[in-house]
C-alpha cells in the first residue's frame, strides 16, 4: 500500500517556475512507477510525465516536454515535478500517482494540489 501526498502548488505567473513534490509512505515506493496527471476544470484528467521505479528513464506529454522534468528521491520516498516557462494552459489540479509494475495502470494517487498560473 502507498499513500500520496503532493505539495507545492500555488499561483504564479506566466513564465515562471513551480517546484511540486509527491510524498509517498511505504515501504515499496522505490519499487514503484510513478506518474504526474492534470485536471483543468471541465476537462478530463490527463498525463502529464512519468519516471521509472528506479528513475532511470523519464517520459512526457508533449505539452511538457522541455519545459517539465520529473525526478524522484528514494531516500526521502518523494518525487518531484519541476515546472518552467509556465503558461496559463498549464493551470489545473495535478495529481501524483503510483503503479506496482510497468505492466498495470496507476493503482494510488494521491489528492492533487492546485497550480494557477495567471496571464
Known amino acids: 500500500q502507498v499513500q500520496l501526498v503532493e505539495s507545492g502548488g500555488g499561483l504564479v505567473q506566466a513564465g515562471g517556475s513551480l517546484r511540486l513534490s509527491c510524498a509517498a509512505s511505504?515501504?515499496?515506493?522505490?519499487?514503484?512507477?510513478m506518474g504526474w496527471f492534470r485536471q483543468a476544470p471541465g476537462k478530463e484528467r490527463e498525463f502529464v510525465g512519468s519516471?521509472?521505479?528506479?528513475?532511470?528513464?523519464?517520459s512526457y506529454a508533449d505539452s511538457a516536454k522541455g519545459r517539465f522534468t520529473i525526478s524522484r528521491d528514494e531516500l526521502r520516498n518523494t518525487m518531484y515535478l519541476q515546472m518552467n516557462s509556465l503558461k496559463p494552459d498549464d493551470t489545473a489540479v495535478y495529481y501524483c500517482?503510483?503503479?506496482?509494475?510497468?505492466?498495470?495502470?496507476?493503482?494510488?494517487w494521491g489528492q492533487g494540489t492546485q497550480v494557477t498560473v495567471s496571464s
Open positions: 519516471i521509472t521505479w528506479n528513475g532511470g528513464d523519464t
Open positions: 511505504g515501504r515499496t515506493f522505490s519499487t514503484y512507477g
Open positions: 500517482a503510483a503503479k506496482p509494475s510497468i505492466y498495470s495502470w496507476y493503482a494510488y
